[in-house]
C-alpha cells in the first residue's frame, strides 16, 4: 500500500495564526482526503482533494477556516486558518489506492492551540 | 452520517478469537464493507474488506451475511497487540460517494 508522510508530526501554535500541514504521497493518487479527529473523538472528512479541481468540502467545513492545495497526483497542503483552542486535534490525510487496496492513512499532525 | 452501526465496546481474552459485529442494513449493492483499527495516537490502519462473499487474509476474516446487512470481523487469535477501536464502514469505492465516513467504533480491550 502507499506509504504517506505527514509533515509536521506535531506542533503548538498561538492562537489567531495558521498552520500548513503536508501530505507526500510515495505514488500518484487521484483522490485524497483530509479528516480531523477531535480529542477522544472518531475521524471526521474534512475535504476531498482531486488533483485539478477545487476540494469538496463537507457540512460544517469551509474554505476559508481549511484552505486545501493539491498541485500534483503526489502532495496536498490543508491550511488551518486563524486557529483557536477549538481547532486543537489530530489532522490525518488519506488516499485512495484503488478497489483492491482501499484507503491508506497518514500518521497525523497533532495540532495543539494555545 | 455513518451508515454502520457498532458496540460501543468489547473484551476478549488473549489467544481466543474476537468477533466484531457490524449492522449497515441500509448498505447499497454496489456499497463494501470495510473495517479498519486506529491503535491509540496512530493513523487507521487497514484490515479487511469485503463486497458480498467471505474474506480472509493474513490479519482477519470478514464474514457478510447472505442479504448484506450486517457483517463480523474475526481476529483468529487476538493479543494484546489489537487493542485498539476497530472501525466498521460501507463505501461506494469509485463511485460519486467514495469516501470513507467513520462511525464511533468498537474499542476492542484484549484482556492478558
Known amino acids: 500500500s502507499a506509504v504517506i508522510s505527514q509533515k509536521p508530526s506535531r506542533d503548538i501554535c498561538q492562537r489567531g495564526t495558521s498552520l500548513t500541514i503536508q501530505c507526500q504521497v510515495d505514488?500518484?493518487?487521484?483522490?485524497m482526503f483530509w479528516y480531523r479527529q477531535q480529542p477522544g473523538q472518531s475521524l471526521t472528512l474534512i475535504a476531498t482533494?482531486?488533483?485539478?479541481?477545487?476540494?469538496?468540502?463537507e457540512s460544517g467545513f469551509v474554505i476559508d477556516k481549511f484552505p486545501i492545495s493539491r498541485p500534483n497526483l503526489t502532495f496536498s497542503t490543508l491550511t488551518v486558518s486563524n486557529m483557536s483552542p477549538e481547532d486543537s486535534s489530530i489532522y490525518l490525510c488519506?488516499?485512495?489506492?484503488?478497489?483492491?487496496?482501499?484507503?491508506?492513512f497518514g500518521s497525523g499532525t497533532r495540532l495543539t492551540v494555545v | 452520517d455513518a451508515k454502520t452501526t457498532q458496540p460501543t465496546s468489547m473484551d476478549c481474552a488473549e489467544g481466543r478469537a474476537a468477533n466484531l459485529p457490524c449492522n449497515h442494513s441500509?448498505?447499497?449493492?454496489?456499497?463494501?464493507v470495510y473495517w479498519y483499527r486506529q491503535i491509540h495516537s496512530q493513523g487507521p490502519q487497514y484490515i479487511i474488506h469485503?463486497?458480498?462473499n467471505n474474506e480472509t487474509n493474513e490479519m482477519a476474516s470478514l464474514i457478510i451475511t447472505e442479504d448484506r446487512k450486517s457483517s463480523t470481523l474475526i481476529l483468529p487469535h487476538a493479543t494484546l497487540r489489537d487493542t485498539a477501536v476497530y472501525y466498521c464502514?460501507?463505501?461506494?469505492?469509485?463511485?460519486?460517494?467514495?469516501?470513507?465516513?467513520f462511525g464511533t467504533g468498537t474499542l476492542l480491550a484484549v484482556q492478558p
Open positions: 488519506s488516499v485512495a489506492r484503488g478497489q483492491d487496496y482501499g484507503y491508506t
Open positions: 505514488s500518484q493518487v487521484t483522490m
Open positions: 482533494a482531486n488533483q485539478g479541481s477545487e476540494a469538496t468540502y
Open positions: 441500509t448498505i447499497s449493492g454496489n456499497e463494501y
Open positions: 469485503g463486497l458480498k
Open positions: 464502514i460501507v463505501t461506494n469505492y469509485g463511485g460519486a460517494t467514495n469516501k470513507l465516513i
